[in-house]
């Protein structure tokens, strides 16, 4: 491998990694706090990237901007755009499907997750493109251009950097900077952290549980939209299950870290994006995923509490 | 089943003063804090022990060394001098049984199915056999189901069989966890705070039923909070303060010393860590 | 509501009678206009089927009211619910008609083509419908206190499974989506109408006191559907797949329902069994193939599914629930990515990668040719009815396996590690050891159920055996009922049945199966047949369920003992 | 519950005063015997109608409703009536295999149209095959559908199964040569690992060596990834001057995108597989330029035949567009309709007449379809060996090449 390679596989595997990770934060804070595998938590990144398309259909498709116009302007709308549709899904799940289950056998939620994931997907493929004036959501949907990072690069040497790397990852630094200030610095955020470690307690101390279950939720689908417009950018693309795929991976990742743990999230899924893409460069490409799934399974053997290691206890 | 209890009568009878379970210096801590130091205890055949201590002196976690549960940091636990296996149903094999502090009954069987469970240490019917439902199943089944039923009787809850243990008053939660405990047939039984709720009427049914468990030969380690009922009980007391023992006597011996009574009394608040 | 209107009850009753009775009579009238509508409903004096079965529905319902009438409480008989059958069977009614007139109207371009008979039989049933809310409740059917002979119980099931049989046969052969759906409903309304009677109570109590005849009905019943298809091989693809998928899911009910552990790349063990036998079949794209009888073959590919149950349990099943969901995920992706690579190029060539293996034989047992068709008893069974008859074979003895498991200290330790685990391994059940079996266990029967599917379907290829495929059998334990058997025969079916009768809604298919898992959670996660144990799992805070489970409880204890002591 | 059911009954009786006020009288029955009651053949069509390969599923079923259409309007087959039965096959074996036996169970099929993926085109043509029901395949690739597991010994595998595509050992070869004759030498091979694209790289690969020609990659991707930047990477570092790809368009054009945002400025070329305006779309009209593909027949430009076909689609109003096997779906339709015009024209039913139809299909000939020449070899293979390279020039296909494949 010749150092260039070596860097250029280094970048895709930074960029994949970011988009793990930050979908990844969702199902961690979530299982931190309710113990629940959040199965439809890919397709809240799903609609992330389809509410920040739909801002940018709105805005009247607009191809023809500058630079700046489309950086500080349409980006930003965009990820609003997606925030707010994540969220508002991500919501409405919690407070009907997941909420009545509290208390319920463990399998009963991890069930009606499937059922939401599968829902959320067939919706947008049936209902989306009929909306008038919407494409085929049948099939993937080119992502619109953003003028200044779509397309363009930078170059150091021989390598060529895309901007949608640089924005992917500059994106996850962002993000897990507001998080932390978000988890360490404020008042719901301190409320999560006594929460994950004693629900009951943290209910006797005034704490709202609801509402700070709720915020997890919330949080989660803010990172999953962001991942969903930085996916959008990177891939070129967005279709009704994106989702999957890349929740599965991103759980992979959070599990990688140590789930319940938001440092784990990030660092699981760097790790995972890397070893993508060099078990790609180094190994036979048709066996990449395996390698993926295999590194997940012995994790959970031999460290089933993760590479930074959140202690799981049982609560039985 | 009914061979070991008369076994252990006669073993009780010939060589009453025998060890039965011996723990010599068992540690167990966790990160930085120690719950178990050093803590020795010999429990003969056929007596009754009691272990006494103020809230989080470690005696739960002490059973759960015994039991398999928690792996000690050091120190050796033998029953009849054999060093205990590691898990908790070779345990339970050995002839340790237990019952939990907060009942721990499988809810939605009956309180049959619940003694039933019990016996499954000691029956061997494989998958084979209970698919062509082969003789050995069917010979299994009906003697494990007869015991069940005895051991039903024997702590008075024959008319109980057929209900479902989350539908059990409490008190006969509590008798149905002893029942089960007894049909893994041990050679000891632990007993985590057996009267804990109980009205003073069940107390005293309680103490008879221990009493008559004793005389079926088999040895009892009870942890318990109520001094009068451990006093009635009990061949010899233990007490342990912060995971120490800090008197080892007969009950009246334990009763009088200033150092119990100063714990009890005068031990400033610590942490309940009993429902590990 | 009902208390308020008692009052005018007879008023109620007259008007109900009245109701059925012009329900009746309307069958001698022609209720559509056009041929092309459902089966034929434009003849005076000359009811078609489904106009028939409306009437039947009709004089029952009329017949439960003039009863109702003469057994008022505390004189007459009062061995059936008769306000109850009359009420529910008026209501079923209405929806009947009311089913047939949406029909009649999709079919011919809207509801000018209804005739008057049609009208005048809608008006009626609402009549009826409405007569029968104003009627008291009935008192208990004291049918039950009746001591019936047993070769009268006997009788009374062979009844039931019969018809159970001839309304199977009968649904599978409509063959338009409105013929189908209008038959759905009268069903549905002929079911709830003896639900309703308390006829139902007694024949549990029945086939509880007699469950080998049950379930001799039952097989009897199963044998006898091909010859009621009358040589139709569509349907019995269909059938035969419906028996594929039903064995595979009670599989995964002891996984899931027994141990409660979720498996979500269960689909994964019934493609290995399924390639595994494709593999070493004398396809001419088999890699392995070699002559082994097929017993044999079975038996392997069942082995080989649990080999790789065993490799993918044994790390695993220590970790707690939820990772264990995902594991098995990963491990079906694996699995269908790995029979993709196992092609030559990057890997060795095993199952020719996305080609699968086609072309695999007919079987031939005993000189049985399993790919011609064979007349017996005069009636044709065709291709898909002799595998059919293979399946229901391999399906009757994993619902032995299923059930003889559950029934056995092994079952009880399944049952004790679903409550509480650690309480299980503390009382000396070897849990590891119990998960592994139920996860080796299962995947056995699924590998035994891919042996067969392979030579059914005749080709195996990577691409059915995808993540989807696995979340259809979770759904059919789900929906059926998990840890029954009976539930899930049922879920399978409706899960395979429905698709392929109702293609209108294809696309929405999975849409609806989204929110029927959320639903389903939401509102009975027990399932349709519920499990008595899950179903209190999943209620835990309901007392009087758990009283009525345990009633249900001593019953078949009761009879089991019975069993016992006959044996012995 | 009682109010629930109170509820259901207002409602359905307002549903259906509702209904009444609109609706037509069914005139089929009407009393008088002016018209001659047709008799009834059925042409079904088995392909994804749902799902994500649902877009080109229905292309099929909608290129053999228009044939039927047309056939219908000109009373074609004087006395018979040609009805579609169009079946869902959601891509998958299993109930691609139930719509088969369904078909094969109604007297009035004769011939089916489908399906579009071999692997589900495996179980279906044995069952069609044992009814003597003729299956037209408009997409399926797999040379083993005609000729078996063994190339070198080929054998027929279904009597009733024809095809009208080119199989995989056709085009590969075909865009092989042309990339040679462009000078190219070094190209890299990447496929989805499904049947399709794989065996259209293997057939490429090898007539591209054997044509002096080096591949100097060989990748694959798992078409359930959207993101293919490691396998570009690993691609671009062995300098191909083109890549081949074998797969169909919902990976190819993100794949192609991808390439060029990745600085691999070189062109992509697949099978028909690709061949349609939405790879272009995907791929974003900067990045498919210079992009190819191949693609059986003439090009639709320079064929009255197409020509007429496309106008009277796009007149058609169907929702979906036409997809890369509408033209080839279109045609065997027709082949079907022309066969029947015979054996037919003497069948009392149409069951009776379908192993005729199956010989007939067999010899049949004609220059003037959609896509040009057709004829069926020993295999059931179609003969027209005509094939055209397109290349996306300005945001479209352009025919580049047409010649004769080996």
Redesign the interface.
Known sequence: M?P??FF??LV??L??GS?YALIAVGYTVVYGIVQLINFAHGEIFMMGAFGAYTVWLLAGSPTELSAAAALGLLLPAMILGGILVAVGTALLTERFAYRPLRGAPRLAPLISAIGISVFLQEFVRLFYGRIPGFP?S???I?FP?IEGIS?N?IQLGDV?I?M?SVFTVAALLICTAFLWYYINRTKTGRAMIATSQDPDTARLMGIDVDRVIMSAFAVGAALAAVAGVA?GM????I?F??G???GLKAFTAAVLGGIGNINGAVVGGVVLGLV??FA??VG???W??VWAFVILILVLVFRPQGLLGAKVVDRA | MTMTVHEAVARRRTADRTVLLEASDVTMRFGGLTAVNNVSLKVHYGEIVGLIGPNGAGKTTFFNCLTGLYKPTSGRVALEGEKLPPKPRQVVAAGVARTFQNIRLFHNMTALENVMVGMYCRTKANAVDAILRLPRHRAEERAATKAARKWLAFVGLTPAADVLSRNLPYGDQRRLEIARALATSPKLLLLDEPTAGMNPNETRQAEELIFRIRDLGLAILVIEHDMRFIFNLCDTVSCLVQGEVLVCGTGAEVQSDPRVIEAYLGSPQLEDEDDA | ??ARLSAYERVGRFAAIAGAALVLLSVMLPWA?????LDDM?YFFGPSPLQLCGAGVAAVCLAALIAGLVALPGRGPTMLCWNDMARVGG?GL??YV?AV??AV?VA???????EAGGWLA?GGA?LA??GG?TLPDSPQATLSHFLTPSWGQIAAIVVAIASALFAAAAAVNQGDVEDFVVFGVWLAAAIFLVRASGVFAWLSLAAAGNRQVLVMAAFVAAFAFPFTQNG????M??AA?VLTFAGTAIGLNIVVGLVGLLDLGYIAFLGAGAFTAAVLSKS??ATLSVDLPFPVVVVISGTVASLLGLLIGTPTLRVSGDYLAIVTLAFGEIFR?TM??L?G??GPNITH????V??IPNLNLFGFDFGQSHEILGVTLT??ANYYMLLLVVIALIIVVFTNLNHSRIGRGWVAIREDEMAAEAMGVNTFALKLLAFAGGAFLAGVAGSVKAYT???V?P??YVFLESAFLLAAVVLGGMGTVMGVLIGATILKLLP?KL?FF??Y?LLLFGALMVLMMRFRPEGIIADERRQLEFHDEDEELAEDVETELVVHQAHHNLEGGKRS | M??T??A??IA??A??VA??G?????E??SAGGDTVEKKVVTIGTISP??G?L??VGSGIRNGVDLAVKQANASDAIPGWEIKIEPM?DE????TG??AA??L??DDTVIAVVGTMN??VA??VA?VLN?ADISMVSPANT?P?LTK???LNAPVR?NKSFFRLCASDDKQGPFAADYLLEQGIKKVATIHD???YG??LVEEFTKAFTAGGGEIVA?????P????Y???I??V??ASPEAIYYGGEY?QA??LS??AK???LKIPLMGGDGLYDA?YI??A?K?AAEGDLTTSVGAPVDSLESAKAFAEAYAAGGYAEGIGPYGAYSYDAANVIISALKTTLASATDAKSARAATVDAIQSFTTTTAATGDISFDEFGDNTNQVMTVYKVEGGEWKAAYTGTAM
């Open positions: 010749t260039d390679l250029e596989q895709n595997g960029s994949l988009l085929d049948k099939r993937a080119p251009h397309g690069s060529s895309k949608t996916h990177y891939i070129g693309n279709d299950k994106m999957f795929m890349a993508e893409a790609g460069q036979d490409t048709a990449k995923d | 509501m009902i206009y056009g041929k092309r509508a434009t209501i209405a929806f009311g007139l949406v109207a011919t371009g809207g509801l000018v083509n209804v809608f609402v419908a409405l809310l139709s091989d569509a349907n693809s269909v797949q001419a794209f990515i993709n690579n092609d190029t990057d990668g996305s080609n699968g086609p072309g291709r898909h379907d005749t080709s290829s691409d059915q392929e293609r294809d696309d298919r | 009682t109010k059911a109170k259901a009954i359905a009786v549903a259906s209904l009444a609109c609706g037509t009288r069914d089929s029955n109608l749902t994500d649902s877009a869902d891509a998958k074996p299993d295999k139930n036996t369904k094969a169970a071999s692997s495996q179980p044995p044992a797999s083993a078996g597991a063994d595998q690992k499904k049947v794989q065996g060989a990748e694959t991707i798992n359930e990834d959207k993101d930047n490691t396998v990477s690993k671009k570092s919902p054009g993100p995108q991808q945002a990745a600085g939405a779309e995907l974003g900067d």
